[in-house]
C-alpha cells in the first residue's frame, strides 16, 4: 500500500464573519478569522491535488485578500500545476473548483450526484445555491467534460493506492472527502464536511447545509474511518496554518 503525505495550502484569507457562521446558529456576536485553503497529497511517485483555489481572475473579481495562485504556491514545493495528473474536487463551491483551469492536464473527480447538480439541475440557480456558484464553474467544467478529463464518482470509490474518495454529504448535495494512507494511519481531508475542527469535536455543523441528516450521517462516517480524531482535516480552520510545520510561506505538513 503507498503511504503519503499531506500539505495544507493556504491561498486567501484571514476572513472575517460572525462565529455562527463557523458553529451554526451559535455565536453570533463572536467575530472569527477563517482561511482558504486547498491540499495536496504526495509521496515520491505520485502527486494528487485536492480542490482546485481560485484563479487569479476570479480572486479580482471576489477581491481575495492575501491571494496566492494555486499554480505560483505548488512551484514553491517543486509542482507544475500544468503537469499535475490528478486532481480530486471535495464539492463544486467557487472557492474549491474556482481554479480548475490552472491544471491543464489532469484527470478531475468528482461526485456525479455533486456534477449533475451543478450542471443539470435548475434549483442549482436559485438564489440560495447561486450564492456558491459562479459563471467561471461551468465553463471550467464543460471544458474538462469535453476534453475527456472528467471522472465522475458514485459513493465511496478508490481512486489510487492509498487514496479513497469518500461520499460525505451535506454541505454540499455529494461533498467528498478524501481518505489518505499515512505513517500516522488513515488521515482525512474532510474539507467543508466542518469548516473547523470543533465542528467535529462538537458534533455540530458550520453553516452553508444543504442536507442536515446527511451531515449527521457523515460526521459518524467520518469518524468510524479515520485511524484517530485529530487526523480528520476540516476546510477553512486557520489551525491548519498555526499547529503544523510551516515548509515554504502558507504550506504546512499536516500529516
Ligand atoms: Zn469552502
Given at each position: 500500500m503507498q503511504?503519503?503525505?499531506?500539505?495544507?495550502?493556504?491561498?486567501?484569507?484571514?476572513?472575517?464573519?460572525?462565529?455562527?457562521?463557523?458553529?451554526?446558529?451559535?455565536?453570533?456576536s463572536d467575530t472569527?478569522?477563517?482561511?482558504?485553503?486547498?491540499?495536496?497529497?504526495?509521496?515520491?511517485?505520485?502527486?494528487?491535488?485536492?480542490?482546485?483555489?481560485?484563479?487569479?481572475?476570479?480572486?479580482?473579481?471576489?477581491?481575495?485578500?492575501n491571494y496566492v495562485s494555486p499554480d505560483s504556491a505548488l512551484?514553491?514545493?517543486?509542482?507544475?500545476?500544468?503537469?499535475?495528473?490528478?486532481?480530486?474536487l471535495t464539492h463544486i463551491h467557487w472557492d474549491h473548483a474556482g481554479g480548475l483551469s490552472l491544471f491543464p492536464e489532469a484527470s478531475v473527480?468528482?461526485?456525479?450526484?455533486?456534477y449533475q447538480f451543478w450542471m443539470k439541475d435548475p434549483i442549482s440557480k436559485s438564489p440560495a445555491f447561486s450564492f456558491f456558484w459562479d459563471e467561471a464553474l461551468n465553463k471550467n467544467l464543460s471544458d474538462i467534460e469535453n476534453s475527456g478529463r472528467l471522472k465522475l464518482i458514485d459513493?465511496?470509490?478508490?481512486?489510487?493506492?492509498?487514496?479513497?474518495?469518500i461520499l460525505a454529504p451535506?454541505?454540499?448535495?455529494?461533498?467528498?472527502a478524501v481518505a489518505v494512507n499515512t505513517v500516522k494511519?488513515?488521515?482525512?481531508?474532510?474539507?467543508?464536511?466542518?469548516?473547523?475542527?470543533?465542528?467535529?469535536?462538537?458534533?455540530?455543523?458550520?453553516?452553508?447545509?444543504?442536507?442536515?441528516?446527511?451531515?449527521?450521517?457523515?460526521?459518524e462516517k467520518l469518524k468510524q474511518k479515520v485511524s484517530s480524531p485529530e487526523l480528520l482535516f476540516p476546510g477553512h480552520d486557520p489551525l491548519m496554518s498555526?499547529?503544523?510545520?510551516?515548509?515554504?510561506?502558507?504550506?504546512?505538513?499536516?500529516?
Open positions: 503511504q503519503y503525505e499531506i500539505y495544507a495550502i493556504k491561498y486567501a484569507g484571514p476572513f472575517t464573519s460572525s462565529g455562527a457562521f463557523i458553529m451554526w446558529m451559535k455565536n453570533w472569527v478569522e477563517r482561511n482558504y485553503y486547498f491540499w495536496v497529497i504526495t509521496n515520491s511517485t505520485t502527486t494528487i491535488v485536492v480542490d482546485a483555489g481560485v484563479s487569479p481572475q476570479m480572486a479580482r473579481q471576489r477581491k481575495l485578500v512551484k514553491t514545493i517543486d509542482i507544475d500545476a500544468n503537469t499535475v495528473e490528478h486532481v480530486i473527480y468528482v461526485q456525479e450526484k455533486e459513493g465511496d470509490q478508490q481512486i489510487l493506492p492509498g487514496v479513497e474518495c451535506g454541505h454540499s448535495i455529494a461533498l467528498q494511519g488513515t488521515s482525512i481531508l474532510g474539507s467543508d464536511c466542518a469548516h473547523f475542527f470543533k465542528n467535529y469535536q462538537h458534533n455540530w455543523p458550520s453553516a452553508l447545509i444543504a442536507d442536515m441528516v446527511g451531515w449527521m450521517q457523515s460526521f498555526q499547529n503544523y510545520p510551516e515548509i515554504e510561506e502558507g504550506i504546512t505538513r499536516l500529516v
